[in-house]
């Protein structure tokens, strides 16, 4: 998917199932994630595109818009 649509791509195709790996991350330990990571290429993938992300977040590269209250 990545060579044929690029990350967004990825990230539309990961809609319907974010909360479910928002469940994965908040639960699972660093082991557990490394052995996911180790046993699923596309769960490594997911997760080196997320941790992307929030690094852009965090560090202003990647803009947030503001939605009003």
């Known amino acids: 998917m990545l060579a ?8 539309v195709s990961l809609y319907d ?3 479910d790996v ?5 639960s699972a330990s660093r082991q557990e994630m490394d052995l996911y990571c180790e ?7 997911v997760m080196k595109l997320l941790e992307s992300l ?3 977040i965090a560090d202003g590269r990647i803009p947030v818009p ?4």
């Open 54 to 56: 929030a690094a852009g």
């Open 66 to 69: 503001k939605f009003p209250k």
């Open 4 to 11: 044929n649509g690029g990350e967004e791509k990825l990230l």
């Open 17 to 19: 199932i974010m909360d």
């Open 39 to 45: 046993e699923y290429d596309g769960f490594y993938c």
């Open 22 to 26: 928002k469940k994965i991350m908040d």
